[in-house]
């Protein structure tokens, strides 16, 4: 992996550890029931996006 391709894996790892960690703090503060398990799949499925990013360094 050449070092330009490395810094954009880094990139999206850190992107996608932000949006993980702002839907685990929405879903910690919201009351309605749906809402916080819309804002619990989106950490989810970023959390998931995340590993397989990791996966490419």
Do not use: I, W
């Not at 992996?1 to 894996?9: D, H, R, T």
């Not at 990139?11 to 949006?19: E, S, V, Y």
């Amino acid at each position: 992996m050449s070092p330009k391709e490395l810094l954009y894996v880094e990139d999206a790892l850190g992107h996608t550890q932000f949006l993980m960690n702002q839907c685990r703090t929405a879903a910690s503060q919201l009351s309605d029931p749906a809402l916080r398990g819309q804002a619990q799949q989106l950490a989810n499925a970023n959390q998931k996006l995340f590993a397989q990013f990791f996966d490419l360094t």
